[in-house]
DNA sequence: CTGCCGCTTGAGGGTTTCTTGACGGTGGTG
DNA sequence: CACCACCGTCAAGAAACCCTCAAGCGGCAG
């Protein structure tokens, strides 16, 4: 369903929550520490970020403000404490949601979703992307290459700029399948590799001379030019 | 921006909301119950009412009727459940706009200013929109099309005016349910498709040879010349 | 009461788009 | 070198989608 950042020290919560998620039918990337949390925010760009408060190199609150420096991403906190101060200072601080420790991974989901849905709601669009000298525009959905207007249908589109969000970065075929499809969905890694076929053909490029889409053997695709 | 009344039984949600509201530039009042809520509505006639539907002494829906039937304010409903009947519910009680718990001040803040927004335009009229060579006028409820007139029913004239608020973004047939006909839930596509054919055709154009109604195929219609 | 108008809904038709299986080529590995 | 996993493309059937027509339903005016 989502992308999801999971950061989060204690190595029994981290590894059943990211299984649980992912089961779920979302992304999952997992760190442990706040350093390495929010170079993975600037990294990665995750569409959520679930940040424990208790971590061992930094305060969950300066993790927090920093994050909140660099992205706009939507951030539920996992606390120990449930007292009104502290939540009321969260969400000044800029958390979109928190839970309370213990929590099932079940709820954590729901949360999940729930801050996906608001945030559905209140984003008019992303602004356009530009890889090179293709650009992409989410809100009409047109895309150019050399100024040259490009016919894409739905999935050819919901494809090319799943690719464009983290340009340069290679991506699995199974986050494609997520993100683009929705579905937690195993097989059918066919269905990726005809839509890109077409999308390059739509781009003017083959896959043996690539200029945008580049396969990466055994990992995925990455979005760069040249 | 405007004079709040904030109807929210949790302390830590009160005074935080309140405090973030105030920020924001809004002019914010409190109170605790229900009770206190439909006497301060009639006292101090606030220009946007935030109620929460877990209030302690009267059930949400029943101060929102209560509210309704003494005032027209512009009601913002805080819910915890989310599911479709619920909502539909609600707007059918006479609710604005809802938001589902937890929510970030800044999400409260955009949705009065929207709220404020539609009911500002709504009195004094939005000013005329062009698009290329078509022009809708919302106060007269005029359309030309290179200078001569179009007549269109309510209906047809309401999905153009929708269009027209985002010229060039790809809209689907959900939004423009909602926005037009009100209703948030599913079912009922094939309305929208048969207005759009008869606005097509007083527009003088086809839906094989559109000139400013541009269906993308999967997604949803928007509005542009050529 | 009757007829007209605007709106909604269902059905049909014609496309477009998506998925899936098959096949051949290629690169990595033992 | 042989094998295997992976990738790209083709083709065909299935599914989804959009447009239009037409029937039915109020509401409203005459």
Redesign the pocket.
Known sequence: MARVLLVEDDDAIRLSLGKSLTTAGHVVATVATGAEGIAAVARDKPEVLLLDLGLPDLDGKDVLAMVRAVSEVPVIVATARDDDASVVRLLDAGADDYVIKPFSAAQMDARIRAVLRRLGQDQQGESTVEVGALKIDPRSREVTVDGRPVEL????FDLLLALSRRPGTVIT?RELLAEV?GLPWGG????V?????WL??KLGE???QPRFLH???????KLSET
Chains 1, 2 share one sequence.
Do not use: I
């Open positions: 249908t739905r999935k050819e075929k499809w059918g890694d066919r269905t590799d005809v839509h890109l076929s390059r053909r083959t896959a043996a396969s990466v053997r055994g990992v995925g695709v």
